[in-house]
């Protein structure tokens, strides 16, 4: 029992020291070659209509120090895959893009 509230104890000092850690990190892709890497793929998609609705520099997990910026358009694309729906895109500070699907 001791062990698993110790446990617990050390979880939750990271959960509080985390994001404030990764706070004071400039990104390693800065946000314009983020946009200019979702404005172009936007491009490439020829949906004239769609635009950056908004974003967002995310964790990708709680205890992960990686993060991402997370880019979502103003509505729905086509995805390739049969019944889903591309809602934005995932890019990584090394700038690989992937696309987000539903």
Do not use: C
Request: charged share 20%; aromatic share 6%.
């Amino acid at each position: 029992m001791k062990k698993h509230l110790l446990l617990l104890a050390v979880a939750a000092s990271l959960l509080a020291v985390a994001p404030a850690a990764l706070a004071d990190r400039v990104p390693e892709y800065p946000i314009q070659d983020a946009l200019n890497l979702a404005q172009k793929v936007l491009a490439e998609r020829n949906e004239p209509n769609v635009y950056i609705e908004s974003i967002v520099l995310t964790r990708s997990s709680v205890f992960s120090a990686k993060r991402h910026w997370f880019i979502t358009w103003s509505r729905p694309l086509t995805a390739q895959t049969a019944n889903t729906r591309e809602v934005g895109l995932s890019i990584s500070m090394d700038g690989r893009a992937a696309r987000v699907v539903k």
